[in-house]
């Protein structure tokens, strides 16, 4: 497994190893030795799947408060997406910016946010799944989310604003200047 730091350090891409021969590949695409060798969380405790039916589905960007804030370990197994991590802690030098990475089936490459990210991504082909792991359970009442096309985040999505797919609720989330401290 090799860990190498985005543009903000705390998001990592996370590139298990893969095995292939003439039948297709084997991969291990998580290990509680190996994350903890290379310093990552790896108590994780639930796993979701998300299947986008169309290219250009944006979900996000979302976020839980304390005490169910999340670590999120995100892979794609059909399809591809672009990933979106959002950085909110205040106290933070990165705060307010935005890192990306194209996750694919193809490449099998993983995005690690930690605690304190908003997390978003718009699928780029159809009939897309995108399975992660967090490190604590969806609580409905600590749930939160940042506009996905705020203006001042100015991220470079690959949809734009008429063709993207999304939820009524992802088109209402504040803006990162009307949304309170939460990390």
Avoid at 145 to 158: H, M, Q, R
């Amino acid at each position: 497994m090799d860990v190498t730091s985005t543009a903000i350090p705390d998001v990592k891409i996370v590139k298990p190893k893969r095995f292939g021969d003439h039948r297709g590949f084997f991969s291990e695409t998580f290990s509680t030795r190996s994350f903890a060798e290379a310093g990552l969380p790896s108590v994780f405790v639930q796993d979701n799947h998300s299947l986008s039916r169309p290219k250009g589905t944006v979900r996000g960007l979302h976020f839980q408060l304390a005490p169910f804030a999340q670590d999120k370990l995100v892979r794609v197994v059909r399809g591809a997406i672009l990933d979106i991590a959002v950085d909110l802690r205040r106290d933070s030098p990165s705060f307010g910016r935005w890192v990306a990475a194209v996750l694919s089936a193809e490449n099998g490459d993983q995005l690690l946010i930690p605690i304190g990210f908003a997390h978003a991504f718009c699928t780029l082909e159809a009939d897309t799944e995108v399975l992660y792991k967090v490190t604590n359970f969806y609580s409905p009442q600590h749930d939160r989310g940042l506009l996905w096309n705020d203006p001042d985040l100015a991220i470079d999505w690959p949809v734009s604003e008429a063709d993207a797919v999304l939820s009524d609720k992802d088109r209402v989330h504040p803006r990162l200047r009307d949304l309170p401290p939460c990390f």
